[in-house]
């Protein structure tokens, strides 16, 4: 029978306070802020952005060995889960951990498992279930009006929702825990 130990990855106590103290200032701010740290919570780097994201100079994105392995958490001030472009950063700067908090009080965290999909960012978010056409399909379903003024802001939430749910229900099919939690 499998045991709930499986699912759960040993943490370092001072990267969990660390990662509470960061989240819990944030949830406060009127722009997003990434801050990267490493497995046993040192603050490796930190970048500034505007009320839609985070910026990160290209030549940050380019250092792969920044990445590689560590942990990355940035808020998202209007309360949205991760965005199908967050997944995908996620996957190709090889991160261990990917998350969010949010002015609610909450955090979602997608953190990888041993044996991990490697193709979670194309095969399944871009082409599946984040993808464009996932949304029209939705939109579709739930009779939205395609011209609206606020269509395309609405769209863009039914797919992160979308992916959110998907998220709740299959990710440790692909061997990622995928997890919400209050600050
Ligand atoms: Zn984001």
């Known amino acids: 029978m499998p045991n709930d130990s499986d699912n759960k990855i040993s943490r370092n106590e001072i990267l969990i306070s660390t990662l509470h103290e960061i989240e819990t200032v944030k949830k406060n701010l009127t722009i997003e802020v990434g801050t990267l740290l490493s497995p046993n919570g040192k603050i490796i780097k930190e970048w ?49 951990e990917l998350r969010i908090s949010i ?23 871009r082409d599946k279930v984040g993808s464009f056409s996932k949304g029209m399909e939705l939109a579709i ?31 440790a099919k692909y061997n990622y825990i995928y997890e919400k939690g209050e600050l």
């Open 141 to 171: 379903n739930r009779g939205l009006v395609f011209n609206d003024n606020d269509f395309a802001d609405k769209l863009y939430r039914l797919r992160i929702e979308h992916a959110h749910n998907w998220f709740e229900n299959n990710a």
């Open 103 to 125: 002015p609610s009080n909450s955090f979602f965290s997608i953190i990888k498992k041993k044996g991990f999909y490697t193709k979670l960012a194309n095969e399944v978010m």
């Open 48 to 96: 500034e952005g505007d009320d839609e994201s985070v910026s990160i100079p290209i030549e940050d994105y380019k250092n792969k060995s920044l990445w590689e392995n560590n942990i990355y958490t940035h808020n998202h001030i209007i309360g949205l889960h991760f965005s199908v472009d967050d997944i995908e950063r996620f996957c190709e700067l090889s991160l261990s």
